[in-house]
């Protein structure tokens, strides 16, 4: 329970951070007037605010996937594609296009990478839950050692009511 207050602690975080870089209205006058020759100081202001912005908006997209993780949210094909594009400049074994042929602990090992080693705790304690919307309604989750359960969703959403009750 406390992973997921202090993840949605950070992202709130993050937002604020990422509202305060954009309506910084210097950097905007000096983003909006770039057309022009720019001093030196300015230049450094707004190469480094462009930094900042990128790195905050990236720690966001992975926080959003570490809450999606732990709140037992679905990875499907265009998230773990997003998270390919993320990582394929450093890993150029990931730059070819995605198919349902794939294992799925390739997926997972694309999802684990897109993390840059952080949120260790997330990935070691929660499953990666997949779904691809295949005709027999197959999920799968993924354990950090690379157990793979698959189950149909219909099967999986009778077990969660029983639970409940």
């Not at 037992?72 to 450093?90: P, Q």
Request: hydrophobic share 30%; aromatic share 12%.
């Amino acid at each position: 329970m406390e992973t997921i207050i202090r993840l949605l602690q950070k992202k709130r975080k993050l937002k604020e951070t990422l509202e305060q870089i954009n309506n910084d209205s210097r950097y905007r006058n000096i983003s909006f007037v770039c057309a022009g020759s720019l001093r030196k100081g300015s230049r450094n202001y707004m190469n480094r605010m462009t930094d900042k912005l990128c790195r905050t908006y990236d720690e966001l997209e992975r926080c959003k996937r570490a809450i999606k993780i732990v709140t037992g949210g679905y990875f499907g094909l265009d998230d773990v594609d997003s998270c390919r594009t993320d990582i394929m400049a450093y890993w150029p074994e990931y730059e070819a296009n995605l198919t349902m042929y794939e294992p799925i602990v390739y997926y997972v090992e694309i999802i684990r990478k897109s993390f840059w080693g952080k949120y260790r705790n997330v990935l070691e304690n929660y499953p990666i839950r997949l779904d691809f919307d295949t005709p027999n309604r197959t999920v799968f989750w993924v354990y950090s050692n690379n157990i793979v359960l698959h189950r149909s969703k219909d099967r999986l959403e009778k077990y969660i009511c029983l639970k409940n009750k």
